[in-house]
């Protein structure tokens, strides 16, 4: 059984920076991408960014160029640094870990999720 635990969220303002970070306990497959989903009040859940076992990268296109996903040594960390913030970044941030990741973008059929960590922009 895998558990993905996120930390790093928090209150900043428009234009601040900040880093998240998600480690899996037990055992990720070199199948597994990892990557990060997102989800607003009243708003479905979605794609943020993701990593493969092999560093490949896929960004949401709100995101692009602000925001940097990256793996650590061991493959069981994500990190997300976020530049630039908006307060239209302010979501629930959701770290997940499937097979489909980082090719596809789905919310649905995500093999392990994290419990979410807060993070709100203030305008």
């Known amino acids: 059984q895998v558990q993905l635990v996120e930390s790093g969220g928090g209150l900043v303002q428009a234009g601040d920076s900040l880093g998240l970070s998600c480690v899996a306990s037990g055992r990720i497959l070199k199948t597994h991408g990892m990557g990060w989903f997102r989800q607003a009040p009243g708003q479905e859940r979605e794609f943020v960014a993701a990593?493969?076992?092999?560093?490949?990268?896929r960004y949401a296109d709100s995101v692009k160029g602000r925001f940097s996903i990256s793996r650590g040594n061991a493959k069981n960390t994500v990190y997300l640094q976020m530049n630039s913030l908006k307060f239209e970044d302010t979501a629930v941030y959701y770290c997940?870990?499937?097979?489909?990741?980082?090719?596809?973008?789905?919310?649905?059929?995500?093999?392990?999720w994290g419990q979410g960590t807060q993070v709100t922009v203030s305008s």
């Open positions: 997940a870990a499937d097979v489909d990741l980082p090719y596809s973008g789905s919310s649905k059929g995500i093999d392990y």
């Open positions: 990593i493969s076992w092999t560093k490949v990268t």
